[in-house]
């Protein structure tokens, strides 16, 4: 017989808690009763209460293993002498062996492993930058901590911790009506002055959630560490993997775990200005290989045009824009103010259309979009592109890379003549560059678009 695969630690721990439910609750006969309240239970069990069961599983996984072994080389023994038939047994000693390597291991925190993702992979270089909310100072205070253990957790002794002023303006609100540990609540804040209180500069005062989530951005282009105890309330830091967070679990400080999938994820979607060595990232040969990068090079040459496709570190939207206009006049920081200007100039041309660069699921108001669209390093999408086309009153053609749609094209609002027409590749609805016409039909065309 084949040896059976022992189950996780967690069944061993439900053994003895169903004795004990049972006991306790005689009235409940449904088993997945039990199994609901016994992973409830295990879930609020420090890593300490639980070793005793990691510790079954873990020998009766080596037994397993060994047994496995030796079933495998007793049947392949057997095989070699009873049969001669050389391919059923390789195959045979392939699929065992699959079995055996296939195992699911043993999961124990892995900070390191997630540390190495956020330095190595999206580049968050030492020193790091540390924001730190009114939860975790409180924490800190009251277990006679200081920033020395957020150094310490993250391996970085430069470490620079900052705070806003939302934040300290929220935790002194809350001195004044707090019933308990006022002293501790005295000395947090205390500890908060002493970090380097940055101006968030919003328009009227949010709280410190709000403060933080815009103060980071999506994209975390400033590639900051969140300290928060809260963060289970906050999804859209909480579920963005380009936002580190430190936070505490079970009485100590951790660094949240990011999954192998979340960290692909983030790879794919975010991490283009790095080096990337992961299989799984996009590199510029993998770019070179995929089907939409064909079909831009096969229409720019269709079309005759010429430029780079490549990958952008977010700015390649206002970049191109301005290498159209005229880079030396118009430098890409400076378009992105021109976009923004428009932005507030004129919301009711944009506001009821806009959503959040390069995040769908995100709920942004038409201000914070308009902050985020500030921000160096931060995506553009069509409705920027609008926004350009209006503001430098430019007819803006784009080649894309869309199965569908070859080209798009971006007219400016309540204008009759064009002063210039822009011509921009798109790949992948996210990676712009300027071209340039190289052969004659493409260059009437730059003046007879219409
Ligand atoms: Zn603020």
Redesign the pocket.
Same mark, same amino acid.
């Given at each position: 017989m084949t040896p059976k695969k022992p189950p996780t630690a967690f069944f061993y721990y439900l053994e003895d808690f169903r004795k004990e439910f049972q006991e306790q609750n005689p009235h409940v006969k449904s088993m997945s009763e039990v199994g609901k309240a016994c992973g409830e239970k295990w879930k609020t069990m420090t890593y300490e209460e639980k070793i005793q069961y990691y510790d079954i599983a873990t020998e009766k996984r080596a037994k397993f293993e060994k047994d496995m072994m030796d079933y495998v080389k007793k049947k392949f023994c057997f095989s070699l002498r009873m049969r001669n038939n050389v391919t059923r047994i390789l195959r045979l000693k392939k699929e065992i062996l699959n079995k055996v390597t296939k195992r699911s291991r043993i999961k124990k925190p892995k900070t390191r492993d997630t540390l190495k993702f956020y330095r190595n992979q999206l580049g968050f270089e030492k020193p790091s930058t540390v924001l730190i909310d009114g939860s975790v100072l409180f924490y800190l205070t009251s277990r006679g901590l200081t920033i020395e253990a957020i150094r310490n957790l993250i391996d970085d002794s430069d470490a620079k911790p900052i705070t806003?002023? @939302?934040v300290l303006r929220e935790m002194e609100y809350f001195s004044e009506r707090y019933s308990k540990s006022v002293s501790d609540l005295h000395r947090s804040i205390g500890l908060a002055n002493m970090l380097d209180v940055e101006s @968030?500069m919003?328009e009227k005062e949010?709280n410190a959630e709000k @403060?933080i989530r815009s103060?980071v951005g999506i994209n975390n282009t400033r590639k900051i560490f969140v300290a928060t105890t809260v963060n289970d309330y906050w999804p859209l830091v909480n579920k963005n993997p380009m936002i580190p967070i430190i936070t505490v679990d079970n009485g100590s400080l951790v660094l949240k775990q990011r999954s192998n999938k979340e960290q692909n994820r983030t790879i794919k979607k975010w991490c283009v200005e790095y080096p990337i060595q992961q299989p799984d990232g996009i590199t510029k040969k993998d770019l070179k290989k995929s089907p939409s990068y064909k079909r831009l090079k096969g229409r720019k040459k269709f079309y005759g045009y010429a430029g780079k496709i490549a990958l952008g570190d977010g700015n390649g939207q206002v970049r191109a824009i301005s290498e159209q206009l005229g880079a030396m006049e118009w430098p890409y920081q400076k378009v992105r103010e021109c976009l923004v200007k428009q932005l507030l100039l004129h919301p009711e041309l944009y506001q009821d259309h806009v959503s959040p660069p390069a995040n769908a699921d995100a709920d942004l108001t038409y201000l914070e979009y308009i902050k985020i669209t500030s921000r160096d390093g931060e995506w553009g999408d069509e409705y920027t592109l609008q926004v350009a086309a209006d503001f430098f009153e430019v007819i803006i053609v784009v080649l894309t890379s869309d199965e569908q749609v070859a080209v798009n094209d971006y007219f400016p609002h309540g204008v009759d003549d064009h002063k210039q027409v822009l011509f921009l590749s798109c790949l992948d609805e996210k990676y712009y560059n300027s071209m340039r016409p190289k052969s004659s039909i493409a260059s009437t065309c730059k003046y007879d678009y219409m």
């Open positions: 806003t002023e @939302c @968030c919003h949010v @403060c103060f």
